[in-house]
């Protein structure tokens, strides 16, 4: 069975910092792109991070370049986001997701809320 679960959201002032986690499993985790979406309320859900599947290479929005950092741990199972100086805008539900040519699986979310 397909799982991505995902951790690490919360509460956190603006110019804080999160980490969050997202754990894959019942598929072979290293063959696969993973990324990181997010929705805010009233919007649509937007590419936030991405990373190639040995993790060489990686892309970001630009609203997000500079103070987010995607990463992953093949041994792990697991694809990170390290997102510091937050900002408002960022508050919205982090989604992981994992593309392989055709196939995708997607998470099941976690609220990041930036406020003060």
């Known amino acids: 069975q397909v799982q991505l679960v995902e951790s690490g959201g919360g509460l956190v002032q603006p110019g804080g910092s999160l980490r969050l986690s997202c754990a894959a499993s019942g598929f072979t985790f290293s063959r696969y792109a993973m990324s990181w979406y997010r929705q805010a309320p009233g919007k649509e859900r937007e590419l936030v991070a991405a990373?190639?599947?040995?993790?060489?290479?990686?892309n970001y929005a630009d609203s997000v370049k500079g103070r987010f950092t995607i990463s992953r741990d093949n041994a792990k199972n697991t694809v990170y986001l390290q997102m510091n100086s937050l900002k408002p805008e960022d508050t919205a539900v982090y989604y992981c997701n994992a593309k392989l040519l055709f196939r995708g699986y997607w998470g099941q979310g976690t609220q990041v809320t930036v406020s003060s």
């Open positions: 990373i190639t599947s040995a993790g060489g290479s990686t």
